[in-house]
């Protein structure tokens, strides 16, 4: 007996690799044209992250050459597609090139992103009737003949205002059926207690249908009161059984940050912080989100926020214009996080 539970955990200990993976967690994946090279921090040979999204149909360029069974891609479907079928012309061509050679396996795909909210609010600003067009043309065809998993679009409210006729559109269109989906994704921006209760809305308006908490944190907060709420967060994300995956945002520098310094995972030198470390299974850096003024350097940064002026402020425009200038409908996504 002891000699078998010996042999057992002897062989849990040394497997490596994938042994290090989290099922549940991922990566809100929005890269920095001015430090692409930290990208790579995150997908390192030991990381826990099993899987990441980046607002777009296409891979993220550092991620490239990831295979899906290392670090599951999953595209997005930001918005748009009203009258066209280029998502699904996109991720059929990446699943099954035409050119022949194999694909890449992909198995679930995100909706559309705050179609509830304008774009002034960084929503993808949808009606219901024409999101209900634009997923029957360019979702349902991926479910049907790959068998994806469609991740309904995510809104601050799960059933109400625009869910609801979202889903009734699709039956004039669908055969009677409704805009088929299979996993619901939902974002939570405040204390534990809005983490808890949005998911508890989420599981009672869909229930048995797994959760995605596709992006979550406590905004602005001081750095006991941010590392608090990510030790709680992670364990009650790890411990619900409704919530199939998460994502923390985020994978940047704090200088760049719009949701406050301390829920970044990299400090303003690309070294992780506290909360970078933790998400990827390390122990605390002490690396601080923001240097004491007489440590700051401008070598941090091109546009300069390390030196001064209001933190916040300076990191959503910094956040803004790295993203902007990539010119995609990502970047739109990546900058609002609110509910
Ligand atoms: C998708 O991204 C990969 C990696 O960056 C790139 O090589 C490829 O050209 C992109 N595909 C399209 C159609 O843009
Ligand atoms: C889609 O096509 C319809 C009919 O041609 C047109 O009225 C509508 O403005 C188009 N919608 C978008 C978002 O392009
Ligand atoms: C991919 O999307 C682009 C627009 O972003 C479109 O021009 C192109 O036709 C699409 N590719 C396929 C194979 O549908
Ligand atoms: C694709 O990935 C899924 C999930 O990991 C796996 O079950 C399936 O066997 C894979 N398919 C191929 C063709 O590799
Ligand atoms: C379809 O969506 C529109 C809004 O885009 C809404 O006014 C209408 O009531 C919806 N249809 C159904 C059957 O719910
Ligand atoms: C951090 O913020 C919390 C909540 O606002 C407050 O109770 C606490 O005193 C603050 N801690 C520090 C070190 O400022
Ligand atoms: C958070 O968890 C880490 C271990 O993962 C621990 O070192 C740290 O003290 C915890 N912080 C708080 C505020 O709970
Ligand atoms: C974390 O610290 C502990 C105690 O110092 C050490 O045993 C362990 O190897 C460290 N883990 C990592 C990933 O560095
Ligand atoms: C301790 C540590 O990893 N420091 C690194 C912080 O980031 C700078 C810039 O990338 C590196 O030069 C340091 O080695």
Excluded at 142 to 151: A, C, E, I, Q
Excluded at 305 to 322: E, Q, W
Aim: proline fraction near 6%; glycine fraction near 10%.
């Amino acid at each position: 007996m002891r000699h078998s539970s010996l042999l057992v955990l002897v062989g849990l200990l040394s497997t490596p690799g994938l042994s290090a993976k989290s099922p549940k967690r991922g990566l809100v994946a929005v890269s920095s044209r001015d430090w692409s090279a930290d990208d790579a921090i995150f997908v390192r040979e030991d990381s826990p992250i099993s899987w990441y999204y980046n607002f777009y149909w296409n891979v993220s360029d550092s991620y490239a050459s990831l295979p899906q069974a290392q670090v599951e891609f999953v595209p997005m479907m930001w918005g748009g597609g009203v009258n066209d079928t280029d998502f699904l012309g996109n991720v059929t061509e990446m699943i099954a090139p035409s050119s022949g050679g194999s694909g890449r396996n992909i198995t679930h795909v995100l909706g559309f992103n705050l179609p509830d909210q304008s774009y002034e609010n960084g929503g993808s600003q949808m009606e219901p009737a024409d999101a209900a067009r634009a997923w029957v043309r360019n979702l349902l065809p991926l479910r049907d003949k790959f068998g994806v998993k469609l991740g309904l679009p995510v809104v601050g409210d799960p059933r109400g205002g625009w869910i609801d006729p979202f889903l009734k559109n699709c039956s004039s269109l669908n055969e009677d059926k409704e805009c088929e989906f299979d996993f619901v994704p939902l974002h939570s921006f405040g204390h534990i207690g809005v983490l808890q209760d949005r998911v508890a809305k989420f599981s009672s308006a869909f229930p048995g249908v797994p959760l995605w908490v596709t992006q979550y944190g406590y905004t602005n907060q001081n750095l006991s009161t941010t590392q608090e709420y990510f030790n709680q967060s992670l364990a009650f994300l790890e411990g619900n059984e409704a919530v199939a995956r998460y994502s923390w945002f985020g994978a940047f520098r704090s200088v760049v940050s719009n949701v406050g310094p301390n829920m970044a995972m990299l400090d303003p030198y690309g070294n992780l912080t506290d909360i970078g470390s933790w998400y990827l299974g390390g122990n605390a850096t002490g690396k601080a989100a923001l240097p004491d003024a007489g440590q700051r350097t401008n070598a941090c940064s091109v546009e300069n926020p390390c030196t001064g002026g209001d933190k916040n402020a300076g990191a959503s425009l910094c956040i803004g214009s790295s993203l902007a200038r990539s010119g995609t409908a990502a970047a739109l996504g990546a900058l609002i996080i609110f509910l």
